[in-house]
């Protein structure tokens, strides 16, 4: 029966659906190669296409411009040196007050770490919160490879304990294979458990052995070595980390002192986002830009 298809153009539409066929199973079946461009310090993991989009400049300013969380600050270097020397380290959760510099100290700390290293310094991975899913393929592609990496996600939380939840909890310390060798994983939020307390709470109350469901919610902020925690800054270092600003960018020389108490009474907290926020206004008002 003629249906209307010549012998070549049949051949023709067989090969092409061959080479479809061809083309989905690479894409299903076979994971995509991860390419790390050389010459960049920092990335940004975008899981639609599975690829690291490279940083030119990471804007964060250097570590001893960071004042009142001293503590933490040293803490992390030294775990970051730790791993960039090929030592243990530990995953890190920078949680607590906002606005305090947790996703500040990291790149800062990476940046100590170049400025230290050169090119042997560990690169610097930025996943989003939304992409949380993807990162088991992302520390899959990363194993193996022969360069150090920092992947870090900045706020970090849960509603509930999803599916996203329950992946990253078994790729931190679970898994059959662990955590690769050459990266570590660093995490901010304001949560100290990443979920809220009346979650937490409501867990609690109506599990049928209440601890059982506490130690469930718990489990995955038990699996980061290290809990660095940022408090609200008193006055003394908010006026310090004003002070530093200022002189980094040469500003020092204008009456702030009042000015920068008022500006943080009327956003009711004293933060190192509140003492960058002020300094920009006063840099303005000065006619100049600042910025890292």
Known sequence: ?????????????????HRLADTLERVQGKAQPLVVEDGFAAYVFEAEHHGLRPVSHVAAPHLTLLKGIDR?????LENSRRFAAGLSAN?????GARGMGKSTLIKAVQGALAAEMGAEAPALI???????????????ALRGLDRRFIVY????????????????????????????DNVVFYATSNRRHLLPRTMMEQESATGIHPNESMDET????DRFGLWLGFH?????????????????FGLDDVDWRAD?????????????????????????????????
């Open 1 to 17: 029966m003629n249906n209307g298809i010549d012998q070549e153009t049949g051949k023709a539409l067989i090969d092409a659906i």
């Open 232 to 248: 609200p800054s008193d006055q003394t270092d908010y006026l310090a980390m004003v002070e530093g600003y200022l002189k980094e």
């Open 260 to 292: 920068a108490l008022e500006w943080a009474k009327t956003r009711g907290n004293r933060s190192g986002r509140t003492a960058w926020q002020f300094v920009a206004d006063i840099a303005g008002r000065h006619g100049r830009k600042v910025g890292f």
């Open 153 to 180: 996600c900045d706020d970090l939380s849960f509603n509930n304990p999803d599916t996203d939840f329950k992946a990253l909890k078994s790729v931190l310390e679970g898994g059959l294979e662990g955590r690769p």
């Open 126 to 140: 930025e996943i989003h919160r939304e992409d949380i899913a993807a990162l088991p393929a992302l520390l899959g």
């Open 91 to 95: 995953n890190a959760l920078l949680w």
């Open 218 to 221: 718990i489990a995955l902020s």
């Open 72 to 76: 933490v600050k040293a803490t992390l």
